[in-house]
Nanobody, 123 residues
Framework: QVQLVESGGGLVQAGGSLRLSCAASGRAFSSKSMGWFRQAPGKERVFVSRIHWNGVTTDYADSVKGRFTISRDNAKNTVYLQMNSLKPEDTAVYYC????????????????WGQGTQVTVSS
C-alpha cells in the first residue's frame, strides 16, 4: 500500500517556476517508478513525466520536455517535479502516481494516486 500527498502548487506568472513534491508512505516506494499527470479544466488527465525506480531513467511528454524535470529522493520517499518557463497552458491539477504495469502514458498503468495540487499560470 502506498499513500501519496502532493504539495507545492500555486499561482505563478508565465515564465515563472514551481516545484511540486509528492511525499509517499510505505516501504515499497523505492522499488516503484513514479509518474506525474495533469488535468486541465474540461480535459482528460494526461501524462506529464515518469521516473524509474532507479532514479536515472526519465520520460517526458513533448509539451513539457526541456522545461520540466522529474527527480526523486528515495531516502525521503519523495518525488519532485521542477517546472520552469511555465505557460498558461500548464494550468491544471497535477497528480503524482505510483506505476504498476503497462504503458507509462496511461493512467490505468498506475495503481496509487495522490489527491492532486492546483497549478495556475497567469499570462
Amino acid at each position: 500500500q502506498v499513500q501519496l500527498v502532493e504539495s507545492g502548487g500555486g499561482l505563478v506568472q508565465a515564465g515563472g517556476s514551481l516545484r511540486l513534491s509528492c511525499a509517499a508512505s510505505g516501504r515499497a516506494f523505492s522499488s516503484k517508478s513514479m509518474g506525474w499527470f495533469r488535468q486541465a479544466p474540461g480535459k482528460e488527465r494526461v501524462f506529464v513525466s515518469r521516473i524509474h525506480w532507479n532514479g536515472v531513467t526519465t520520460d517526458y511528454a513533448d509539451s513539457v520536455k526541456g522545461r520540466f524535470t522529474i527527480s526523486r529522493d528515495n531516502a525521503k520517499n519523495t518525488v519532485y517535479l521542477q517546472m520552469n518557463s511555465l505557460k498558461p497552458e500548464d494550468t491544471a491539477v497535477y497528480y503524482c502516481a505510483a506505476y504498476s504495469s503497462g504503458g507509462m502514458y496511461y493512467g490505468s498503468s498506475y495503481n496509487y494516486w495522490g489527491q492532486g495540487t492546483q497549478v495556475t499560470v497567469s499570462s
